[in-house]
């Protein structure tokens, strides 16, 4: 049963537009919802988080938002740049002692194209 | 340069061949954690260790054990693999403090197990 769900194993825009990648989760436990991104043959790279008391969270060209009461959070890329072609991972975290348990979607294939 | 060293990168072995993928971190990070990821199911946590010493068991830890002698090092065995086994296996770090759950990431090591 997948707690974290990225729908969209895919998502292709043009390079300058702007790149909305979407996450839906289950567990109203969660607490803090981080994004990751992945290029071929490297491992995933942490890209950006919010906390549940927040509901936006901005870095540069990259903002998160959280909609708690439809338990659902967008990456939004503006502009989107060649170089952001990657697959894109949501996860999720709730307070569970000290371990550093992510729960994580599937992931999403961006491809910005010039 | 900060980084996680995972080595091999590609592996190839048969059932019931006791291997050892190492896993390197030079930033001082107390927390580490083994990931496999496969397709339809994800990232998914196999065994973490919150400092030297201080190991226990993710969400599939069957099959796979660990040791952390060192805080450096954190090495997943395979005592004896299994075709189930086969996967793409990522190693990770952290800072206990601070800095929550934005993990650092090997390259990952490709497992076959024939």
């Known amino acids: 049963d997948q707690q974290v769900k990225q729908n969209s194993p895919s998502l292709s825009v043009q390079e300058g537009r702007i790149s909305i990648l979407n996450c839906d989760y289950t567990?109203?436990?969660?607490?803090?919802f981080l994004w990751y991104k992945k290029y071929p043959a490297e491992g995933p790279t942490f890209l950006i988080s919010i906390s549940s008391i927040k509901d936006k969270n901005e870095d540069g060209r990259f903002t998160v938002f959280l909609n708690k009461s439809a338990k659902h959070l967008s990456l939004h890329i503006v502009p989107s740049q060649p170089g952001d072609s990657a697959v894109y991972f949501c996860a999720a975290s709730r307070n569970a002692g000290n371990n550093r348990k992510l729960i994580w979607g599937l992931g999403t294939s961006l491809a910005v194209n010039p | 340069e900060a980084q996680v060293t995972q080595n091999p990168r590609y592996l190839i072995t048969v059932t019931g061949k006791k291997l050892t993928v190492t896993c390197s971190q030079n930033m001082n990070h107390e927390y580490m954690s083994w990931y496999r990821q496969d397709p339809g199911l994800g990232l998914r946590q196999i065994y973490y260790?919150?400092?030297?010493?201080?190991?226990d068991k993710g969400d599939v830890p069957e099959g796979y054990k660990v040791s952390r002698k060192e805080k450096r090092n954190f090495p997943l065995i395979l005592e004896s693999p299994s075709p189930n086994q086969t996967s793409l296996y990522f190693c990770a770090s952290s800072p206990s403090k601070g800095q929550r759950l934005r993990l650092f990431f090997g390259s990952g090591t490709q497992l076959s197990v024939l």
């Open positions: 260790s919150m400092n030297v010493e201080v190991t």
């Open positions: 567990n109203s436990m969660f607490d803090y």
